[in-house]
């Protein structure tokens, strides 16, 4: 009777993989979206020129990591022009911010919204769609938070490693968080990159065998000084090789990406103690204890280079009741609606 049900189980979720894949494929990008957001990038790389001769800007989350859905906002940071010595001459980023905004308004289309005096100074820009570029724009430009350009070359690193399963498992978390708005860290619940961070955690340090290695733990080929591996004080070592990688990690593990997805539910909504851990990537066993000065927060997922940076700081005691409760909905729809999965997939992101 056991291996009866094993061999049930094992088709509702090689059917449930195949109806993820089903259902994103529709909602990827398309090569026109990423060919008109790759000119969007370049005029606008010029007009940075102008202000900062040499200027760079480079696009960072999910244009850049292997993550994007179709009308993704884009991310891009500006890295400003180099002195004839190579080094970052000073600049002020509300200044660049003031200057930059108001070349875009004079010379594009876009509407431009400067925000120079936040936290993090930015310049929102947005064009709505229109016949010949059927494509909404919506994109904040910074300026050099070289850590984010790097924590995305490690998400693209990790993508790159089983494209498969971490790809569709995230692409899918992204889908069904945006469309149950459990994605939104101005209302107290977590953004697309901390929810890319527990799919994470979840193939390197939870699931044995892993799916994925630990990219921060592999040591490098050849010694590395500290100047490669510091940037602004943090460490931001990992292993990069990937084409090494995709020939000589061979995961043990064999489960579909249906499989994951429901124990990923199960886990999160259930086995995780959230009162007394800290997901951070980086460790050997993926986990830190909160101690009560740093980490205090509802939710603790520490940033892979960033020590003691909580990325899920935006998550509300309400927020992680939410988000919990849908886990819960969620690895209940999945497990128990195996008669039709398609109908239980589109009710589950309704
Ligand atoms: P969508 O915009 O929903 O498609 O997802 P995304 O993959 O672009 O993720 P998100 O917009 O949440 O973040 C974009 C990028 O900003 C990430 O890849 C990171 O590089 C950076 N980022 C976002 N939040 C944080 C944060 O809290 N800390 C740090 N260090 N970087 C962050
Ligand atoms: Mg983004």
């Known amino acids: 009777a056991a291996a009866t049900q094993n061999l049930s189980y094992e088709r509702h979720t090689a ?3 195949n109806c993820i894949i089903a259902f994103l494929s529709p909602i990827l990008p398309t ?7 790759e000119a969007t990038r370049r005029q606008l790389e010029r007009l940075a020129g102008k202000v900062s001769p040499g200027a760079k800007l480079l696009a960072f989350g999910s244009m850049a990591n292997g993550f994007a859905l179709r009308n993704s906002d884009m991310d891009l940071c500006c890295l400003i022009g180099k002195a ?3 080094s970052t001459p000073p600049f002020s980023a509300s200044a660049l911010v003031e200057e930059l905004g108001q070349l875009i308004r004079e010379e ?16 929102k820009i947005s064009r709505p769609p229109t016949a010949e570029l059927p494509y909404e724009i919506s994109c904040d430009i910074g300026f050099e938070n070289r850590l984010a350009l790097e924590n995305t070359r490690l998400l693209l690193s990790y ?11 995230v692409l899918f978390l992204k889908v069904w968080t945006k469309r149950r708005k459990l994605n939104s860290p101005y209302t107290g619940t ?4 901390g929810y890319t961070l527990l799919a994470l955690f979840f193939l390197t340090h939870v699931k044995r065998p892993a799916v994925l290695p630990n990219l921060q733990r592999i040591p490098p080929a050849r010694t590395l000084s500290q100047e490669e591996v510091l940037l602004n004080g943090h460490n931001i070592y990992f292993y990069d090789d990937v084409a090494t990688l995709r020939q000589e990690w061979a995961s043990q593990n064999t489960e579909n990406v249906g499989e994951l997805l429901i124990d990923f539910f199960r886990y999160f909504s259930k086995e995780f103690t959230y009162s007394r851990d800290v997901i951070s990537l980086r460790t050997e066993g993926g986990l830190m204890s909160k101690d009560n000065e740093t980490w205090t927060a509802e939710l603790c997922i520490e940033d892979p280079f960033q020590l003691g940076y909580n990325v ?3 998550v ?7 988000i919990r409760g849908e886990f819960m909905r969620a690895a209940r729809i999945l497990t128990s609606k195996a008669d039709h999965v398609a109908r239980a997939l589109a009710e589950l992101c309704e």
């Open 312 to 314: 899920s700081r935006t």
């Open 190 to 193: 977590l953004s697309s990159y």
């Open 84 to 86: 004839a010595d190579g």
């Open 108 to 123: 594009t289309d876009f509407n431009v919204m400067p925000l120079p005096k936040a936290r993090i100074p930015i310049i």
């Open 31 to 37: 090569e026109e979206e990423y060919r008109i957001k």
């Open 15 to 17: 059917e449930l993989t």
């Open 316 to 322: 509300t005691k309400d927020g992680l009741y939410t």
């Open 159 to 169: 993508a790159m490693v089983d494209p498969p399963r971490l790809r569709t498992l």
